[in-house]
């Protein structure tokens, strides 16, 4: 256990579907992070919270929609997903500003586009 | 990109020590190293860090070379459960965004 939890586990949707992915630290960190890891792929970071702020967005399709209500809580909501969205989708968190830069990640969740 | 460059795989007795090298040629004064492990289908787990002196942990020991431009991570007792890709990555310390680019890192088979 890492402190940061991730739900679904494992999620199939149609490319039509709208779905949510949540993820919550219980570490009193700052700053989340989601990830996407392809099949035989590096990890790409998606978006970054900092202090429930986006800083970072690195280009990716608008049909992924981050939302970071509150400093614990991170959701990915999706939609018009298409197959090659299918990958590994982990978020993670860290304490910013004050320190190392060591994040803590969740599990993941698995995620097929039919 | 990953400023890093790792083999893409070693092979490991069980039982012996991991010695995973790093190439951070291009590593700037503020930046770290940093070493993450992911086993299959877990999400990374952060084992080490380091700036310049060599650092020790219940997991591992970090050796930096005098330049800064190379680093190993040591695991010294290798069991089957340290089979795994490990990552290698320079970040600076205590940045605003704490962002970590992960390169494609080595698998490491420990075998029995």
């Known amino acids: 256990e890492t402190g940061v939890t991730q739900t679904p586990r494992h999620l199939v949707m149609g490319m039509t579907n709208k779905k949510s992915l949540k993820c919550e630290q219980h570490?009193?960190?700052?700053?989340m992070y989601w990830y996407k890891q392809s099949a035989k792929k590096p990890l790409e970071l998606m978006f970054v919270?900092?202090?429930?702020?986006?800083?970072e967005n690195n280009s990716v399709p608008s049909r992924f929609s981050p939302e970071c209500p509150n400093s614990s809580h991170l959701f990915l909501h999706l939609h018009t997903l298409q197959p090659e969205d299918s990958a590994l989708y982990l978020c993670?968190?860290?304490?910013?500003?004050?320190?190392?830069?060591?994040?803590?990640f969740g599990p993941g969740t698995r995620l097929t586009v039919l | 990109d990953a400023k890093t460059t790792q083999p893409p795989s070693m092979d490991c007795a069980e039982g012996r020590a991991a010695n995973l090298p790093c190439n951070h040629s291009?590593?700037?004064?503020?930046?770290?190293v940093y070493w993450y492990r992911q086993i299959h289908s877990q999400g990374p787990q952060y084992i080490i860090h380091?700036?310049?002196n060599n650092e020790t942990n219940e997991m591992a020991s970090l050796i930096i070379t005098e330049d800064r431009k190379s680093s190993t991570l040591i695991l010294p007792h290798a069991t089957l459960r340290d089979t795994a890709v490990y990552y290698c990555?320079?970040?600076?310390?205590?940045?605003?965004?704490?962002?970590?680019?992960f390169g494609k890192g080595t698998k490491l088979s420990v075998k029995p």
């Open positions: 993670a968190s860290s304490q910013v500003g004050q320190g190392d830069n060591e994040q803590f």
């Open positions: 570490l009193g960190h700052n700053a």
């Open positions: 919270y900092s202090l429930e702020e986006r800083v």
């Open positions: 291009t590593i700037s004064g503020n930046e770290y």
């Open positions: 380091g700036l310049k």
């Open positions: 990555i320079v970040s600076k310390f205590g940045g605003s965004q704490g962002n970590l680019i």
